[in-house]
C-alpha cells in the first residue's frame, strides 16, 4: 500500500468527509460539506485546498517543511508524500483545512480556481513573497 492509498483510506474513513471524483480529472478526491478538499494526483502528490487566510496563516511554517508548496494566488497547496511524517503532516492539514472551509472561508462569490495539477503547478517551487 502506497503512502497516498493509505492516507486516502483514512481520510474516506473520517466522518466529515467522503471519496468524490475530483473535478481536476486524476485521480481520486475526498470532499466535505464545502466541497473538495483533496485531490490524490499520484502515489506521492496531494493537492490540498485551504482558505486564502488559512495559507497566510500558516504560509512560514508550510514553506518551511519542504514537503509543503505553496503558489502564489491558489486556494490550494500541494504535498509530497515520501515519508509516513508526511502522511500525518497531510492529516493535520485536512483538519485545518475544514476548521479553516467553517472558521475563515473565502468571500462568498470568490471564483474558487481548480487544483495545482489543473494549473500545472504541482510539485514546484513557489515564490511566497506574497504571503
Same mark, same amino acid.
Given at each position: 500500500?502506497?503512502l497516498?492509498?493509505?492516507?486516502?483510506?483514512?481520510?474516506?474513513s473520517?466522518?466529515?468527509?467522503r471519496p468524490a471524483?475530483?473535478?481536476?480529472g486524476?485521480?481520486?478526491a475526498?470532499?466535505?460539506?464545502?466541497?473538495e478538499?483533496? #485531490?490524490?494526483?499520484?502515489?506521492r502528490d496531494?493537492?490540498?485546498r485551504?482558505?486564502?487566510?488559512?495559507i497566510? #496563516?500558516?504560509?512560514?511554517?508550510?514553506k518551511?517543511?519542504?514537503?509543503v508548496?505553496?503558489?502564489?494566488?491558489?486556494?490550494?497547496?500541494?504535498?509530497r508524500?515520501?515519508?509516513?511524517?508526511?502522511v500525518?503532516l497531510?492529516?493535520?492539514?485536512v483538519?485545518v483545512a475544514?476548521?479553516?472551509q467553517?472558521?475563515?472561508?473565502d468571500?462568498?462569490g470568490r471564483t474558487l480556481?481548480?487544483?495545482n495539477?489543473?494549473?500545472?503547478?504541482?510539485?514546484v517551487?513557489a515564490?511566497?513573497s506574497?504571503y
Open positions: 500500500m502506497t497516498a492509498s493509505r492516507a486516502f483510506a483514512q481520510l474516506a473520517w466522518p466529515d468527509l471524483t475530483p473535478s481536476c486524476t485521480g481520486q475526498v470532499s466535505c460539506a464545502h466541497g478538499i483533496a #485531490h490524490f494526483h499520484s502515489e496531494v493537492d490540498l485551504l482558505t486564502n487566510r488559512a497566510r #496563516h500558516f504560509a512560514k511554517n508550510l518551511s517543511s519542504g514537503v508548496r505553496i503558489v502564489p494566488g491558489s486556494q490550494w497547496v500541494t504535498l508524500l515520501d515519508a509516513a511524517s508526511d500525518d497531510l492529516l493535520t492539514l483538519s475544514l476548521q479553516a467553517q472558521n475563515w472561508p468571500p462568498v480556481y481548480g487544483c495539477d489543473q494549473r500545472g503547478a504541482g510539485f517551487s515564490d511566497l506574497g
